[in-house]
Nanobody
Framework: QVHVVESGGGLVQPGGSLRLSCAAS????????MGWYRQAPGKERELVAH????????NYADSVKGRFTISRHNARNMVYLQMNSLKPEDTAVYYC??????????WGQGTQVTVSS
């Protein structure tokens, strides 16, 4: 079963921007903190950013701090990741899931972000 659907990825030049969207299912969405994760080829999945259930607290990996912004709209069961000043090192498949304990049945297909000139 699919609980989340990620979208918004694509090919972008260094310095460009993308906005990722995560459409979540389930009536309990609004009580969970959520995170964006990414996985590059040959690397382990890493946490990029997370946001509290009400959206009032956000945290970011050092590698993206100041460039990425996580947000959510609970009434629409949506979580977003605004990515600015993209670098080639940001190239990865991006996923959303609960935080800090990921639901193993929650992983979506991810959305590919490729930063290249």
């Amino acid at each position: 079963q699919v609980h989340v659907v990620e979208s918004g990825g694509g090919l972008v030049q260094p310095g460009g921007s993308l906005r990722l969207s995560c459409a979540a299912s389930g009536s309990m969405f609004s009580i969970y903190a959520m995170g964006w994760y990414r996985q590059a080829p040959g690397k382990e999945r890493e946490l990029v950013a997370h946001i509290s259930s009400g959206g009032g607290i956000t945290n970011y990996a050092d590698s993206v701090k100041g460039r990425f912004t996580i947000s959510r709209h609970n009434a629409r069961n949506m979580v977003y990741l605004q990515m600015n000043s993209l670098k080639p090192e940001d190239t990865a498949v991006y996923y959303c899931n609960t935080y800090p304990h990921q639901d193993r049945d929650y992983w979506g297909q991810g959305t590919q972000v490729t930063v290249s000139s």
